[in-house]
């Protein structure tokens, strides 16, 4: 028997630890940020007059002794905005109308009121004082409790209500199953609002060209670029009409820079109004008040049991507070862990109740982790609570429910399918790691001595990569079936090689730190057999130019799970033409070529090995000595979606995401009683991420996200009075975690590549914003005895629970 002759493999690059290539600049202060660029010559600024009250008429605005002082341009008000633009679509059909700036009325303290455009920022800020407005003060709502009642003072009087949405759902037999139960548990869950507090905030700088009716906006956005869409209707131009730049920078977003689009909106019209172009760079006031924050909460429970602790079914009733608006992306915050309502769970019937609330508060929008911390808040709690009312073991009750191994792919009964999983084996591997049973013995022997130690486990789905067709269960079918049906969620990317075989590969994701630039080069050069820093990525996107979808962006965690393929599909055409031109230069068949060490080598004959810069050269000089048929040149673009992104079906049923990891948290905690001070003594999380693309970047991720959830577990509060006054509008009240107060992190992984994507990877970048809060939570509880746990689990609030 003749053996075929050895393949050359290419250099394994997907998996390993390879530090950033983003690195390097933003240690040297090299790094090319919103505010460092230049774009137009007579670019002016812009500095934004706001509201200080929560809810008022707005009477008469008076810019006359502004637009005299030298060096301004024009004065922007929301009359002229209401005149020359038009309202941002949300998705709902209820008509609350949105402009970036206030008009007729102002429904939250900080909403923009008039934009002065000057020749510095110091002129702007100078002029603002010199704008007369007068306002007649209105009640304000403040409280999701307030906004409920039939005579609170509605916000939009269109609408009528407060209530601005309003949806129920039922997925298998509720009602039999309630009637079966042994027991029902029912607990109400508050969950706050808070931010992100990324350490870049906004900015713009647009130029609205008259000749040709177009804008160029330059911002710090981080998509979806759905709302490229969105903001054209809103600037009254087609989309090609419309150019969006990113920067090749983003000092992080966490998914507060969704939400960066009104302003866009907002300065682009100022540019046009004034005839220049317009900066405007957020301060941090500014962003603490009126930038964006996630959705404050409040949960009804009522769940089913056998008194083995089975969960039958799930009652939900979710009331969210969206702020004075209902801006896009929402409601996506009630809806994003929709198909996920069971989380980790074999609960096979379910009824969601859901609601939408206006209140004279900062609109709401993406969040890391959104809409999961809230949900899982919720269900975790539960669990515990559930445990403790049948005087059972909560891991007891956790392994009964759990999907099992064997049951993968799973159907939730909402429509989510959870590709892959072994969740028993990872919980195991978390007990492992947390030394479970000396955990219970150190906590035993704390509360002996008299102080209050307590145990919190939580078990999270976390959803990546959305559907696009997610938001739409917001709409009932009837009005579903009216307009296009939406499903998907596509990427796409473009990898060109020049004359001399350099590589370049553009992205449409807009990152903000995560390391797509490194993973990127790692999926590129496995696949052209090339070396790593021979390859350049591009993150800064450019609607005219570069490859994007209206789902393109960095949020709900996708690369991993979605644009990664788009690279390497890419990458995958660049080699198979890279290695048809060989194929035809070496007279071998096509699958005798690999692609190794940035050579074309036959199989069995290295002697005939060609440079790929040689066949790039050959591809753009010398064009009809290519094969037949072959395009010039080396310029391939791939776009991906995940095919199991199926729009909603008729039972209201939504697939969210295109996979799902998993996570399990462990925390040892004590409190003392005397001061309210929590004092984290161990906390352990594991974490299925599909196939890992690169461990160091894995790890980075898994910390940021437990930081963020750290800060809502213990810090992080948006907080009001009854006025609607922002109370925390510094960093002096608005507290974030620093690495003095984050504890050491013992992380583990149980991975299970998933099915349904070519690399198996899933997205890892938010789990533990959603699983840190409740796990603390759970162990305050079990430390203090108590059932009703509030966030955030500040010192004051933590003593007020030791003094029931």
């Keep these: ?117 000057a020749k510095d920022r110091y002129i702007a800020e100078d002029a603002l004082e010199l704008i007369d407005v007068e306002y007649e003060r209105l009640e304000p709502v403040v409280e999701i409790d307030r906004a409920l009642a039939d005579d609170s003072l509605p916000l939009h009087e269109n609408v009528g209500s407060n209530v601005v949405h309003e949806r129920s759902f039922t997925y298998g037999e509720v009602d039999a199953a309630f009637a079966a139960a042994e027991e029902i548990v029912e607990a109400t869950f508050r969950f706050p609002k808070y931010a992100s507090t990324p350490i870049e905030t906004y900015g713009v700088i647009a130029q609205y060209q008259r000749g040709t009716d177009t804008y160029a906006i330059h911002a710090n956005f981080q998509g979806p670029f759905v709302l490229h869409t969105l903001l054209a209707s809103a600037l009254r131009v087609p989309g090609n009409r419309l150019r969006i730049l990113v920067p090749p920078d983003i ?34 006031l500014e962003h603490l008040c009126a930038s964006s924050s996630l959705t404050d909460r409040l949960t009804n429970v009522q769940a089913a049991v056998l008194r083995d602790g089975t969960i039958l079914a799930l009652r939900l009733d979710h009331v969210d507070n969206v702020g004075a608006y209902v801006r896009a992306p929402e409601p996506a915050c009630l809806y994003r862990m929709h198909g996920t309502s069971t989380g980790a769970y074999r609960i096979p019937a379910l009824a969601i109740h859901n609601r939408l609330v206006t209140t004279n508060k900062l609109p709401t929008g993406l969040n890391r982790g959104y809409g999961g911390q809230e949900h899982y808040f919720a269900l975790e709690r539960t669990m515990a609570i559930v445990a403790k009312r049948l005087h059972l073991d909560r891991l007891d009750v956790v392994r009964r429910n759990l999907v099992r191994a064997d049951e993968f792919p799973y159907h939730a009964p909402a429509g989510s399918v959870l590709d892959s999983g072994d969740y028993h084996t990872a919980l195991d591997e978390a007990l492992r790691l947390a030394g479970y049973q000396e955990l219970l013995a150190t906590r035993d022997r704390a509360r002996a001595r008299g102080r209050s130690a307590g145990i919190g486990l939580a ?15 917001a709409l009932p079918l009837e009005q579903r079936k009216r307009s296009l049906p939406k499903s998907g969620a596509a990427e796409a990317v473009t990898i060109a090689l020049d004359p001399s075989g350099a590589i370049t590969v553009r992205l449409g994701t807009a990152p903000q730190g995560q390391g797509h630039q490194t993973v990127t080069a790692q999926i590129v050069a496995e696949e052209l ?100 048929g072959m395009e010039p040149g080396v310029y391939e673009t791939a776009y991906y979606s995940v095919p199991i992104l199926e729009a909603p ?13 998993f996570v399990v948290d462990i925390c040892l905690l004590d409190v003392d009683r005397e001061t309210g001070k929590i004092e984290i003594q161990r906390y352990v999380s594991v974490h299925d991420t599909g196939r890992m693309l690169n461990p160091l970047l894995a790890e980075g991720q898994i910390r940021g996200g437990f930081a963020h959830g750290l800060g809502g577990a213990l810090m992080e509060e948006m907080v009001y009075d009854e006025n609607g006054a922002l109370l925390s509008g510094t960093f002096v009240d608005y507290l974030c975690p620093t690495a003095a107060e984050i504890p050491p992190l013992v992380i583990g992984h149980v991975d299970t590549p998933s099915p349904f994507t070519p690399l198996g990877a899933k997205g890892i970048g938010e789990g533990n914003s959603m699983s840190v809060p409740v796990t603390i939570a759970n162990a305050v509880a079990d430390a203090l005895g108590v059932d009703d746990i509030t966030l955030p689990l500040t010192p004051r609030r933590v003593w007020e629970l030791t003094q029931r």
């Design 649 to 661: 079906d008729d039972q209201d049923r939504v697939n969210s995401s295109a996979v799902y990891g």
């Design 251 to 284: 000092g992080g977003s966490f998914g507060i820079k969704a939400l960066l689009y009104p302003y866009m909106g907002l300065i682009a019209l100022a540019s046009k109004e004034s005839g220049v172009p317009v900066k405007w760079i957020e301060d941090r």
């Design 1 to 117: 028997m003749i053996e075929s002759p050895a393949r050359t493999r290419p250099r394994r690059w997907i998996g390993e630890a390879v530090p950033r290539k983003e690195d390097p600049a933003l240690l040297t202060g090299a790094g090319r940020f919103i505010d460092d660029l230049d774009p137009f010559p007579n670019t002016h600024h812009a500095a934004i007059l706001r509201s200080p009250h929560a809810h008022a008429r707005i009477l008469s605005i008076d810019s006359t002794r502004a637009l005299v002082l030298e060096g301004v341009k024009a004065v922007l008000t929301g009359a002229r905005v209401a005149e020359i633009s038009q309202p941002f679509h949300a998705g709902i059909t209820e008509p609350v109308h949105f402009y970036p700036i206030a008009v007729e009325k102002v429904r939250y303290v900080g909403e923009p009121v008039a934009v002065v455009v």
């Design 459 to 473: 078990c999270v789905v976390e959803p990546s990569g959305s559907s696009m067709g997610y938001i739409t269960i």
């Design 529 to 628: 057999g090339v070396a790593l820093e021979s390859i350049e990525v591009v993150a800064e996107v450019d609607t005219q130019t570069s490859p994007w979808t209206i789902a393109s962006g960095t949020y709900s965690s996708r690369f991993a799970p979605i644009a990664a393929v788009a690279v390497q599909q890419a990458a995958r055409k660049v080699a198979m033409k890279l290695r048809t031109i060989a194929a035809q230069e070496c007279n071998v068949p096509v699958d005798d070529i690999d692609l190794a060490e940035g050579l074309a080598i036959p199989r069995g004959d290295r002697s005939k090995a060609i440079p790929i810069k040689r066949l790039a050269g050959l591809a753009h000089w010398n064009p009809l000595a290519l094969p037949s």
